[in-house]
């Protein structure tokens, strides 16, 4: 049964493209829809910066904002509010009128003092709505299910994100000699495409467990439930949403790195390779894909040698498809059965 369990976090580094026999679409709900066409429009601005070497900045006023405040905020020295009064033509009484625009400039000799910035990513790989179901397969016999759930968006510290569950469950035969239901559940930022927080709920056999993790991405540490604490970086991803990241964000590279906090509250880094690309048949139907294999970087979940082999829908989804974990006798597989995804 640890391998079942082990299959399930395996499915969080997969992908595959298509003549699908069990592949259902639905429309992206509004909601999301705005938001993804707010981050288009502030990932256009981002990029436009940052190929900008000496890129100016725009800053809307707001109120109780003064010239000796945004100084401090921005260069990290209220002497410099001279300069923002001299480079937007300010005159005394030197009035800031709210939601009027100021230049913030930037020059080589005078950096703009860092701030902490969320991170905006276009995601075109997955949506609200979108179902994965797999089965556990053994010498070809199902030992069980994992399913893969964008369930809704919610909201934590004031940003939207999606409720993504993942849930494996026995066979109703194997059930008979020992029963399953776990449910991991991820908090992920709909913008940033990082954690805010990890729930696992755990029934195996007679055994129950109950416990989550929260990320403080400003100041720098996770939490978990018993009140334990370890640092991390900004941006971390928990044992779920890292897939939903790299789904979002991989464009092929041979060689991809996500940076991971575990359940244990420590903080680890996946290498994930490309293989190669290859068309499979599954449950689901024929697909074309891209085979990568990952490798954990952390010995608290298990020594992974390169064991484990994964195909990717070769399209902007990377949908999952299938998995192959080598064992001791043959592999462990997890096939793909039935997929609804977004338009």
């Not at 499915?11 to 066409?37: D, R």
Request: glycine share 4%; proline share 2%.
């Amino acid at each position: 049964m640890k391998n079942f369990l082990l299959i399930l976090f395996l499915i969080f580094f997969i992908s595959c493209s298509t003549v699908p026999k069990n592949v259902s679409t639905i429309e992206t709900q509004k909601e999301e829809k705005i938001i993804k066409e707010e981050v288009r429009t502030e990932r256009e601005a981002v990029e436009k910066i940052e190929k900008t070497k000496i890129a100016d900045m725009e800053y809307k006023i707001k109120k109780g904002d003064t010239l000796t405040k945004l100084a401090k905020e921005y260069y990290g020295n209220v002497k410099f509010w001279k300069k923002i009064a001299s480079d937007n033509n300010l005159k005394t009484p030197y009035i800031l009128k709210e939601n009027s625009i100021l230049i913030i400039k930037r020059s080589k000799d005078l950096k703009l003092k860092e701030t902490f910035t969320y991170p905006i990513y276009m995601n075109r790989a997955f949506g609200i709505g979108e179902k994965l179901v797999f089965a556990v397969k053994y010498f070809n016999i199902t030992a069980g299910f994992g399913i893969l759930d964008v369930k809704d968006m919610t909201e934590i510290n004031g940003r939207k994100v999606y409720r993504i569950e993942a849930i494996a469950r026995t066979s109703p035969f194997f059930e008979t000699f020992y029963r399953v239901r776990d449910i991991i559940t991820s908090y992920m930022d709909v913008k940033g495409l990082f954690s805010w927080k990890y729930s696992k709920h755990l029934e195996e056999g007679g055994y129950r467990h109950d416990s989550f993790m929260e990320f403080f991405h400003k100041e720098g540490y996770a939490q978990k439930s018993d009140g334990s604490k370890c640092d991390i970086p900004a941006f971390v991803q928990d044992v779920l949403s890292e897939f939903y990241y790299f789904r979002a964000t991989y464009k092929g590279e041979d060689e991809f790195y996500i940076n991971v906090a575990s359940d244990e509250c420590k903080f680890y880094q996946i290498l994930v390779k490309k293989l190669r690309y290859e068309k499979v048949t599954v449950d689901a139907g024929e697909f074309d894909c891209v085979v990568i294999q990952p490798f954990l970087k952390y010995e608290g979940i298990f020594r992974q040698k390169g064991d484990i082999w994964i195909w990717l829908t070769n399209d902007e989804r990377l949908m999952p498809v299938l998995v192959k974990s080598q064992i001791v006798i043959g592999t462990i597989d997890a096939v793909l059965q039935s997929a609804t995804v977004i338009k």
